[in-house]
């Protein structure tokens, strides 16, 4: 397992576990090993950052484009901008990597380094233990660049205008006549998510755009959708959608003022791509987060699916190795792979926006026939989140559990990859009996001597 990257990135307390001087190593060794390549096509390493809204993220910029020029490569600011914009524009304008500053959908005390190799995809496990190694001091010193081999920063804002063209041009249809809420979550999407929206036609009401630093994700966005939820219930609004801090992950908020999770949105753009001929392999990419209630419905459409680990680079691994083209996770990372080569929360509004003008119909009506089973998940902190699952009370308290839902449900105990927590989390048929089986479960942990709290 790595020892600062997990599976989304180089994550953790700002100047506590990802300090500034961990950011500056970063840049050093990405200029120095990019710029080796480089050199032999005659040209200096290019690579180009951004971030979210994040108080610690100018630090973590400066001291980035500080490694990165010490070491001869030349930084491009994208500023606050999405992780699919840095995605996508280090594939379309053929930067050597691409590097997004954020925490995702954690609070604003944490922070990231998220990697992306030149096709915009997430940086290969190979490359990410190469600057471990370094960070570790384990591959010895670095030179400096010197004269005029020192690289220098560029202002690179056309980036994110030319990201914010290419997202409006997917639109086929003008959303004119739509009264579309936003929940910005005070971060990324702040300002290109209205930008793209006004530029489609659609009347747009936002939340969660007014960023001071300390205030991304914090009761708003997709971590706490209940706000747009309310939103588009006071303001008779046609439906609403939720991003998180950087903008990868939508959930949708139907008229009524339901949520409509990320299974919801594979299962009604799955269905809109049979329906024309282009789910070409009729088939979908999951993670073993997905609701029950998703296969049942695919099962009845006869449309296939695939289950990966959690996280969205797992699911585009899949998508890419088999040439699926629409994949994603509940939480709302959906890839549309034709399009994107990460979770694109912008695109996954638009893309269910062509669905409903497409149709005519309302998105609570494209949702329902989709129905989730009751799901429970609690969050735990452990003393060691590797081998809580590993205890044997645990493991029998897991056993039982399965033993006792059968087909009508299922368990699910996991390490976060992102986080020192172990969650747990049941679906069954009810609410009550979801509960009383992470009861048991929690209760094993108890137990056991290594549950420290549930969050």
Same mark, same amino acid.
């Given at each position: 397992?790595? @020892?600062?990257?997990?599976?989304?990135? $180089?994550?953790? @307390? +700002?100047?506590? !576990?990802?300090?500034?001087?961990?950011? $500056?190593?970063?840049?050093?060794?990405?200029?120095?090993?990019?710029?080796?390549?480089?050199?032999?096509?005659?040209?200096?390493?290019?690579?180009?950052?951004?971030?979210?809204?994040?108080?610690?993220?100018?630090?973590?910029?400066?001291?980035? +484009?500080?490694?990165?020029?010490?070491?001869?490569?030349?930084?491009?600011?994208?500023?606050?901008?999405?992780?699919?914009?840095?995605?996508?524009?280090?594939?379309?304008?053929?930067?050597?990597?691409?590097?997004?500053?954020? +925490?995702?959908?954690?609070?604003?005390?944490?922070?990231?380094?998220?990697?992306?190799?030149?096709?915009?995809?997430?940086?290969?496990?190979?490359?990410?233990?190469?600057?471990?190694?370094? *960070?570790?001091?384990?591959?010895?010193?670095?030179?400096?660049?010197?004269?005029?081999?020192?690289?220098?920063?560029?202002?690179?804002?056309?980036?994110?205008?030319?990201?914010?063209?290419?997202?409006?041009?997917?639109?086929?249809?003008?959303?004119?006549?739509?009264?579309?809420?936003?929940?910005?979550?005070?971060?990324?999407?702040?300002?290109?998510?209205? !930008?793209?929206?006004?530029?489609?036609?659609?009347?747009?009401?936002?939340?969660?755009?007014?960023?001071?630093?300390?205030?991304?994700?914090?009761?708003?966005?997709?971590?706490?959708?209940?706000?747009?939820?309310?939103?588009?219930?006071?303001?008779?609004?046609?439906?609403?959608?939720?991003?998180?801090?950087?903008?990868?992950?939508?959930?949708?908020?139907?008229?009524?003022? @339901? *949520?409509?999770?990320?299974?919801?949105?594979?299962?009604?753009?799955?269905?809109? #791509?049979?329906?024309?001929?282009?789910?070409?392999?009729?088939?979908?990419?999951?993670?073993?987060?997905?609701?029950?209630?998703?296969?049942?419905?695919?099962?009845?459409?006869?449309?296939?699916?695939?289950?990966?680990?959690?996280?969205?680079?797992?699911?585009?691994?899949?998508?890419?190795?088999?040439?699926?083209?629409?994949?994603?996770?509940?939480?709302?990372?959906?890839?549309?792979?034709?399009?994107?080569?990460?979770?694109?929360?912008?695109?996954?509004?638009?893309?269910?926006?062509?669905?409903?003008?497409?149709?005519?119909?309302?998105?609570?009506? *494209?949702?329902?026939?989709?129905? #989730?089973?009751?799901?429970?998940?609690?969050?735990?902190?452990?003393?060691?989140?590797?081998?809580?699952?590993?205890?044997?009370?645990?493991?029998?308290?897991?056993?039982?559990?399965?033993?006792?839902?059968?087909?009508?449900?299922?368990? *699910?105990?996991?390490?976060?990859?992102?986080?020192?927590?172990?969650?747990?989390?049941?679906?069954?048929?009810?609410?009550?009996?979801?509960?009383?089986?992470?009861?048991?479960?929690?209760?094993?942990?108890?137990?056991?001597?290594?549950?420290?709290?549930?969050?």
């Amino acid at each position: 397992m790595a @020892k600062y990257f997990g599976t989304d990135g $180089f994550r953790g @307390k +700002a100047n506590v !576990n990802l300090t500034v001087e961990h950011a $500056f190593l970063v840049g050093r060794f990405l200029g120095y090993d990019l710029g080796k390549a480089a050199a032999a096509y005659g040209r200096r390493a290019r690579v180009v950052i951004g971030k979210d809204t994040r108080r610690s993220g100018y630090m973590y910029e400066n001291a980035l +484009a500080a490694g990165l020029c010490a070491s001869g490569a030349d930084a491009h600011l994208l500023h606050v901008t999405t992780t699919p914009c840095v995605s996508y524009i280090t594939r379309t304008e053929h930067f050597d990597c691409g590097i997004m500053i954020s +925490a995702s959908h954690n609070a604003f005390y944490d922070n990231g380094i998220k990697l992306f190799n030149a096709q915009g995809e997430k940086m290969e496990d190979a490359f990410i233990e190469r600057v471990e190694a370094y *960070l570790d001091g384990l591959s010895g010193t670095l030179p400096y660049a010197t004269g005029a081999d020192i690289g220098r920063t560029v202002d690179y804002i056309e980036g994110r205008n030319r990201y914010i063209a290419y997202l409006t041009a997917l639109a086929p249809r003008s959303f004119a006549g739509k009264r579309i809420g936003l929940d910005c979550a005070n971060g990324s999407a702040w300002q290109i998510a209205k !930008n793209v929206f006004d530029a489609l036609g659609a009347q747009t009401y936002v939340i969660g755009y007014a960023p001071n630093g300390t205030n991304i994700n914090e009761n708003c966005g997709s971590t706490h959708p209940e706000n747009l939820q309310k939103f588009v219930v006071e303001n008779k609004l046609d439906l609403g959608f939720a991003f998180d801090g950087d903008a990868d992950r939508c959930l949708a908020v139907d008229e009524t003022g @339901k *949520l409509v999770t990320g299974d919801h949105i594979l299962y009604l753009y799955g269905r809109y #791509m049979q329906e024309r001929g282009r789910l070409e392999t009729n088939t979908v990419v999951t993670t073993v987060m997905s609701n029950m209630g998703l296969y049942k419905a695919f099962d009845a459409l006869g449309i296939a699916y695939e289950k990966t680990a959690v996280g969205d680079r797992f699911v585009y691994e899949n998508m890419n190795e088999h040439g699926h083209l629409l994949g994603g996770e509940q939480s709302g990372h959906i890839i549309f792979s034709k399009y994107a080569s990460t979770g694109d929360g912008i695109l996954t509004a638009i893309k269910v926006m062509q669905v409903i003008i497409s149709s005519n119909r309302k998105l609570s009506e *494209l949702a329902a026939p989709m129905r #989730m089973y009751p799901q429970a998940l609690k969050n735990l902190i452990v003393q060691d989140k590797d081998a809580v699952g590993k205890h044997p009370t645990v493991r029998a308290a897991i056993e039982k559990a399965e033993t006792a839902l059968g087909d009508n449900g299922r368990v *699910l105990c996991r390490a976060s990859g992102t986080e020192p927590l172990w969650r747990v989390m049941v679906e069954a048929e009810s609410e009550a009996l979801c509960e009383s089986t992470c009861s048991d479960i929690i209760a094993a942990a108890r137990e056991s001597g290594l549950l420290v709290r549930v969050k």
